[in-house]
């Protein structure tokens, strides 16, 4: 194994240890109930279809561009589950076919903590999804990430139906 390539993989386990260190216990209750519903019905929201083969004009197979850019998170965690990881294989599997696509991944936070938290917060779960992508073969120079923490929601209710949609990394394409 070449020196970098060892760097890396050095660098993606010490960066998995550091978030799974950092989770705090989840309260089971209404919200954490309420948090796997929403993963449940956004996932079965998805195409049937898993959007990584097409065909182009010539008849030869490529990658396609996956359709879902947001993955969702459990209250104050940045911890990617399965629904979760089966988009950012589809994400690696078409930046792996497009190397001169670049990402940006944007964290982001429902309201409630304070705005410091939630910055961190959303850097972490950010860190996540470019650690998954990494480890799946994206060259990192090609993944930026931001923390907008609670300034950017796409649902501005309260309650948990409408803080599970805010707890989320966006993954937007240059």
Request: proline share 2%; glycine share 10%.
């Amino acid at each position: 194994m070449s020196r970098s390539r060892s760097l890396s993989c050095i660098v993606i386990v010490a960066a998995a240890l550091t978030f799974a260190g950092c989770a705090k216990k989840e309260v089971v209750g209404a919200d954490h109930e309420g948090a796997a519903r929403h993963q449940q019905s956004a996932a079965a929201q998805e195409p049937s279809t898993s959007g990584v083969q097409e065909m182009n004009g010539s008849g030869a197979s490529e990658v396609a561009r996956p359709t879902t850019n947001s993955i969702y998170f459990a209250f104050d965690s940045a911890a990617i589950d399965a629904a979760g990881l089966a988009v950012l294989d589809r994400h690696a599997a078409w930046l792996r076919a497009h190397p001169g696509v670049s990402v940006t991944i944007e964290g982001n936070c429902d309201e409630r903590g304070s705005r410091e938290y939630n910055l961190a917060l959303g850097q972490q779960r950010a860190d996540a999804v470019r650690a998954h992508l990494i480890a799946q073969g994206v060259d990192g120079s090609r993944i930026d990430t931001v923390s907008f923490g609670e300034e950017r929601p796409v649902c501005t209710g309260s309650g948990e139906a409408c803080w599970a949609q805010n707890r989320r990394a966006d993954i937007v394409v240059h």
